[in-house]
């Protein structure tokens, strides 16, 4: 099965599901399941082996909450700081 295969092997069975979106490709589901992971709190490392990524720099892309102050350093040392422990 190659990529194209693939994709329409997918729209199929979108549109059997009653999915309509207007570019639907095997990627998509790939991409779901590394943000998935990574937004349940998978550990990089875990996901980044998981996707079978060489590196964790791949695997970050994936991140969309990477920019979420919480998940910051610098907020983290501080809350960390602000509670007195």
Same mark, same amino acid.
């Given at each position: 099965?190659?990529?194209?295969?693939?994709?329409?092997?997918?729209?199929?069975?979108?549109? $059997?599901?009653?999915?309509?979106?207007?570019?639907?490709?095997?990627?998509?589901?790939?991409? $779901?399941?590394? $943000?998935?992971?990574?937004?349940?709190?998978?550990?990089?490392?875990? $996901?980044?082996?998981?996707?079978?990524?060489?590196?964790?720099?791949?695997?970050?892309?994936?991140?969309?909450?990477?920019?979420?102050?919480?998940?910051?350093?610098?907020?983290?040392?501080?809350?960390?700081?602000?509670?007195?422990?």
């Amino acid at each position: 099965m190659d990529r194209h295969a693939a994709t329409r092997r997918l729209e199929h069975l979108a549109a $059997t599901a009653g999915i309509r979106m207007p570019r639907m490709h095997p990627h998509m589901l790939r991409h $779901t399941f590394v $943000t998935t992971m990574l937004d349940a709190g998978v550990s990089l490392r875990d $996901t980044q082996i998981a996707a079978l990524h060489a590196g964790p720099r791949t695997t970050m892309r994936y991140d969309r909450a990477r920019k979420n102050l919480d998940r910051h350093p610098n907020y983290i040392l501080a809350a960390y700081m602000a509670s007195g422990t």
